[in-house]
């Protein structure tokens, strides 16, 4: 017997992926580093010599996609706070707040479903994919060259994952470049 979880009202959902988003940047502004290590070296009694290893730090490299993705979520944080000024302030007519709260709920729907395409995508071996989903279509990058077979099944998983029709779903590859 499967269980389901609940949330009522617009408003428990818009705290709730607010939440998520708030703790997805504190963990990457706030990224914990391994402290360095001393080494010593075994040397004959007597001589006992300490060699101390500067502290190096390795980050990743960011590539286009990263600064891609970093400034599309700094436009959706816009978007997300603008809508939401509009959806909840008393001051807007009722039409237009149901109507922000309608772009709200399609945005966070559209974020989420990125990022879980996204994220199976990393699965599969593909580490910086983007995905870019549109109300009628969606756009997949991928930084290495694909097989038909391979397009072929990004295309398929995809299609499974959104219900959009094939011709709708455009695969971008290096060999096309972004």
Sequence with gaps: ????????????????????????????IFRVEEPPQEEVTAEPPGREQVVVVEPVTVRTVPTKFAEYRLERERMRSRQLELLQN???????????REEAQIQLQELIERMTRETELENLLKAQGYLDALVLLDRDAITVVVPVTLTRDEAA??????????????????????????
């Design 1 to 28: 017997m499967a269980r389901f979880y609940v949330v009522r009202g617009r408003k428990a959902l818009w705290n709730l992926v607010i939440m998520v988003l708030v703790i997805a940047a504190l963990m990457y």
């Design 86 to 96: 509009i959806a909840y302030d008393a001051h807007t007519p009722e039409e237009r």
């Design 153 to 178: 099944r990004i295309g398929e998983l995809v299609h499974r994952l959104t219900g959009l029709a094939l011709e709708r779903i455009t695969i971008v590859d290096e060999t096309r470049g972004v």
